[in-house]
């Protein structure tokens, strides 16, 4: 889902100075809780959560145990490519305060190992969804971690403040890839997902990046606050949740969800709204820190709620899937 949750490593171990990067052959005393920082677990369980939110809403059915390896996939193949990402971003991670002490820069892990380490595992959880699931499950989970990796992190990041806007589709294809785990198959409705988180991660992200532009403008990453300045910021974080809120409320209309989950949408599609709002004239890092907290909150209710839908079985058309 690209970079948009920031996670916080463990503490550096004595004699490892934190922003320092590591030599190689620096990582003998490697822990595995180094290893799992690698796969941005925080970031990473938002991803898989809306993966299974497209699983249990898909049409058709998936046998528990098929559906358990779908997600697993999703977890590993999101996971991997945030290895890949710390290994690509080391030099801006050890400069940044928030990600000074991540398991590279901070001198845990080497470089060599982490690149090996998502490499193996990206190309594992494909092999295992192209296997165990199907083909079309497998190419979308492919394509997202190529997307994050290539489009994102190589080549957007440190040359565009468009940078999250296109890149954030890398962490719209998880619900599209638990719905063609189930059926085989990309739809509207699955495109639909994809759409809602796209839209909802330009202003999950720019509310952090508001309060940590100053990291920014010194690992020299062009993100929107620090080339366009604080007040367009603002704005373009405003209308983005105009659009994203209408959004929401599509698969009501399309009996994808039911009147529950219309009801969760347009309440939580309010308060995000407001605190939008409010960022517009409070113009203090706690006001941009709010709504970055909120805007995590909201994405998990709407598909919690999304997925209590379908599982009481009060969506009326297309979104009633089941895994038996």
Same mark, same amino acid.
């Given at each position: 889902?690209?970079?948009?949750?920031?996670?916080?490593?463990?503490?550096?171990?004595?004699?490892?100075?934190?922003?320092?990067?590591?030599?190689?052959?620096?990582?003998?005393?490697?822990?595995?809780?180094?290893?799992?920082?690698?796969?941005?677990?925080?970031?990473?369980?938002?991803?898989?959560?809306?993966?299974?939110?497209?699983?249990?809403?898909?049409?058709?059915?998936?046998?528990?145990?098929?559906?358990?390896?779908?997600?697993?996939?999703?977890?590993?193949?999101?996971?991997?490519?945030?290895?890949?990402?710390?290994?690509?971003?080391?030099?801006?991670?050890?400069?940044?305060?928030?990600?000074?002490?991540?398991?590279?820069?901070?001198?845990?892990?080497?470089?060599?190992?982490?690149?090996?380490?998502?490499?193996?595992?990206?190309?594992?959880? $494909? &092999?295992? !969804?192209?296997?165990?699931?199907?083909?079309? +499950? #497998? =190419? /979308? %989970? *492919?394509?997202?971690?190529?997307?994050?990796?290539?489009?994102?992190?190589?080549?957007?990041?440190r040359r565009t403040?468009?940078?999250?806007?296109?890149?954030?589709?890398?962490?719209?294809?998880?619900?599209?890839?638990?719905?063609?785990?189930?059926?085989?198959?990309?739809?509207?409705?699955?495109?639909?997902?994809?759409?809602?988180?796209?839209?909802?991660?330009?202003?999950?992200?720019?509310?952090?990046?508001?309060?940590?532009?100053?990291?920014?403008?010194?690992?020299?990453?062009?993100?929107?606050?620090?080339?366009?300045?604080?007040?367009?910021?603002?704005?373009?974080?405003?209308?983005?949740?105009?659009?994203?809120?209408?959004?929401?409320?599509?698969?009501? $209309? &399309?009996? !994808?969800?039911?009147?529950?989950y219309g009801a +969760? #949408? =347009? /309440? %939580? *599609?309010?308060?995000?709204?407001?605190?939008?709002?409010?960022?517009?004239?409070?113009?203090?890092?706690?006001?941009?820190?709010?709504?970055?907290?909120?805007?995590?909150?909201?994405?998990?209710?709407?598909?919690?709620?999304?997925?209590?839908?379908?599982?009481?079985?009060?969506?009326?058309?297309?979104?009633?899937?089941?895994?038996?």
């Amino acid at each position: 889902m690209s970079d948009a949750s920031y996670d916080i490593a463990a503490e550096s171990r004595p004699g490892v100075v934190p922003g320092a990067l590591p030599r190689a052959g620096l990582s003998e005393g490697a822990r595995l809780g180094d290893f799992v920082a690698l796969l941005k677990p925080r970031v990473m369980s938002l991803v898989v959560f809306t993966g299974f939110a497209g699983l249990i809403v898909a049409p058709g059915s998936l046998h528990p145990l098929l559906a358990a390896v779908a997600v697993f996939c999703i977890a590993v193949g999101a996971g991997a490519a945030g290895a890949i990402n710390m290994w690509y971003d080391r030099d801006i991670d050890a400069v940044m305060e928030r990600t000074r002490r991540r398991p590279i820069p901070a001198g845990r892990v080497a470089p060599a190992e982490a690149l090996a380490f998502g490499v193996v595992l990206s190309i594992f959880s $494909v &092999l295992l !969804m192209c296997l165990a699931v199907n083909l079309a +499950a #497998a =190419a /979308l %989970l *492919g394509l997202a971690n190529a997307f994050y990796v290539f489009v994102y992190t190589v080549w957007l990041k440190r040359r565009t403040p468009q940078n999250i806007v296109i890149g954030g589709a890398a962490g719209a294809f998880p619900p599209m890839i638990g719905w063609a785990a189930v059926t085989g198959a990309v739809s509207l409705e699955s495109i639909l997902l994809f759409l809602i988180v796209f839209m909802w991660t330009p202003p999950h992200f720019w509310a952090l990046a508001l309060y940590r532009d100053g990291d920014y403008a010194k690992a020299g990453v062009p993100m929107l606050p620090v080339v366009a300045g604080r007040a367009t910021t603002r704005r373009h974080i405003l209308g983005y949740s105009l659009l994203l809120v209408p959004l929401t409320l599509v698969p009501a $209309v &399309l009996g !994808m969800a039911g009147l529950l989950y219309g009801a +969760a #949408a =347009a /309440l %939580l *599609g309010g308060l995000f709204l407001l605190l939008a709002w409010r960022l517009q004239r409070d113009h203090s890092d706690r006001a941009a820190q709010r709504l970055f907290g909120f805007s995590i909150l909201y994405l998990f209710a709407l598909f919690a709620v999304m997925i209590a839908d379908a599982g009481f079985g009060l969506a009326g058309g297309a979104g009633a899937g089941s895994m038996w």
